[in-house]
Structures are given as C-alpha cells and as structure tokens.
C-alpha cells in the first residue's frame, strides 16, 4: 500500500492558522485548538512554543469535556463505574479533558478569525459523542475572543465542563515580577492528588484581590466566588511599568486555576490563567457540572486583553 505524501510534512502541532487585524496577530495551532502566539504591537501576550513540539505544560491548548482533573479517572454514571484512561500517572488522574492530542479541523476562516472543531466520540469511561467548537477572533481594538461550545451528537444526556489553558505573559518582563489579580473570594483546597476537598477563604498569601507579586506565589489552584465587572471577570497581571494583560470570561466561567510554575522551556517563571465553567473533579462531585440534552448546544466566551 502507498500513502500520499505532501510537499512539506506538517509540524507536529498540525496545521498553523495565522490572524491578523491591525498591529494584533495569533497563532492557533489544529494540536488541542491551541493557542500558539498572540501579540499586539510586537508584544508577546502568552507564552508561545515551537510548532514542533508538544505544547509544554498544555500551554494554550482546550480543555472539554472536562478541565483540570477526575479523581483517579473515575466517576460513577447511572451508578455504574466509569474508567477514564489515567493521563497524569504521576497522581493516577484523568487530566484536560478527551482532546489534549486531536488535530481540530477546520470549519471556516477569515483574515483575523478561525472556527475549528473537534468530535468528542462515545469511549470507555465516557460513553457520549459531542463535538467541541472554538472561534478565535481579533477585536477592532486588538483584543483577542475565544468562544467555546459544545453539541450533544447523542441520544443520551452527556455531562460536561469547558476550559482553556493559557498561559498569560507581558513580553521580555519577567512573569515573577508580575503583579497578579484575581478577585475572587474563596480558594479550593486540595488532597495530594490535586483534587478539590473543600472550600477555603481567600485570606494572606492566597487573597489575590489587591494583587500579589507572582515571584512569591507557590500555586497550582482554582478560585471561586469571583466578583463580575461590567458583566465579565477580569483577572490581571501588571507590570511595574505600568503595562498589563487582562484575561476576562462571561459569567458561565465561574472558576479561575491559577498555575505558577518555574519547569515552563525558557522561561524562570510562567503563570496560566486558567478559565473554568467547572472546577477539577466536577463529574464526582457535581460542583459547576452541567448537562447536555440530545441535539442541544452551549458556548460561552472568553478573551484576552492589554493595555499597553
């Protein structure tokens, strides 16, 4: 058997959508619908990466039908025990979702948007096929809007969370001298394996309301009880210069994660904002779970946005 063969083999990050509209550009890779580089005026607004190479710490990359994490890639459905695949061995959870590694194909697109989708299909451990859509787009003003949804393509009622997984930056300033605020009132405490145990108030080093420097923060953690502004959460980081980036999400992205880590390829610190309409572990314990009926719909927007 002889396979076709192209004129050039594509990065491993797949097909490569370039927008543009004004002095704001993105890239969005078909790997994950990730979100590879989006800058405004030469400056770089989240972390980028090679296109050959997998998205480190699933930089940019979309999170359906669950973000974060599932306890031990188990939950119960109908009473019957449902085994996810364990993607994260390290703790035994299922993590970011079924799509992390499919190619997004393309539905449209124009010179500063792109519409992908990707099919969720009936597996071990979730039993449903839904199709996950995103439109990347650029604003008039430069501002970067992300809208995600999902279609139930069933005959049964399937459960869900969406999210993405961007990690938000300012150019060449170094993100431990970011200042980083979330106003939300309460944080989610955790067990060892990551998974929400309960609820706690956001007090001393993990009250984000007034702003903490990102160089003192040790966090891998989701935020609730956010507080709407204009009808949007906003969460920011700022740079002493005076600069900043914004990551803001309708009402339907009730949870942040915030995640600081120092292992992101070149960089000493990186910091993900992380919206959620569901927190980890929502399909055991029902917290911002909702329900897809048979043929019907849901999406929800988010963006990017900075003030340079």
């Known amino acids: 058997m ?5 004129d050039a083999a594509l990065p491993a990050t797949g097909t490569q959508y370039r927008l543009e509209r004004g002095d704001a550009a993105a890239v969005v890779a078909s790997l994950g619908g990730g979100l590879r580089s989006y800058t405004v005026a030469g400056t770089q607004l989240v972390e980028t990466y090679a296109d050959g190479s997998i998205p480190p710490s699933a930089a940019g990359i979309l999170l359906a039908p669950w973000a974060n994490r599932i306890a031990g890639a188990r939950w119960q459905l109908d009473g019957e025990e449902q085994q996810l695949d364990i993607t994260e061995p390290k703790l035994q959870n299922a993590i970011h979702g079924l799509l992390r590694n499919t190619g997004y194909s393309l539905a449209e697109s124009t010179a500063d948007s792109v519409l992908l989708s990707a099919e969720i299909f009936p597996q071990h451990g979730y039993p449903f096929h839904l199709i996950h859509e995103v439109r990347y787009g650029l604003d008039a003003d430069g501002g970067l809007r992300v809208r995600q949804g999902l279609r139930n393509l069933g005959t049964r009622s399937a459960p869900f969370g969406l999210g993405a997984h961007p990690f938000l930056r300012l150019g060449e300033v170094p993100s431990e001298d970011l200042v980083l605020k979330v106003d939300a009132g309460t944080r989610l405490s955790t067990d060892a394996a990551l998974i929400p145990n309960g609820q706690v108030p956001a007090e001393g080093i993990d009250d984000l309301r007034s702003g903490k420097r990102v160089g003192d923060l040790d966090l891998d953690a989701a935020f609730a009880d956010l507080t709407l502004r204009d009808g949007l959460y906003r969460h920011r980081l700022s740079a002493p210069d005076g600069r900043s980036v914004q990551l803001w999400a309708e009402p339907e992205f009730g949870y942040v994660h915030v995640f600081v880590t120092d292992k992101f390829p070149g960089r000493d610190c990186a910091v993900a904002l992380e919206p959620m309409t569901a ?10 779970l909702r329900w897809l009926e048979p043929g019907a719909g849901f999406s929800a927007e988010w963006g990017i946005q900075a003030d340079l």
């Open 2 to 6: 002889t396979f076709g063969t192209t």
């Open 279 to 288: 927190p980890a572990n929502c399909f055991n314990s029902g917290e911002g």
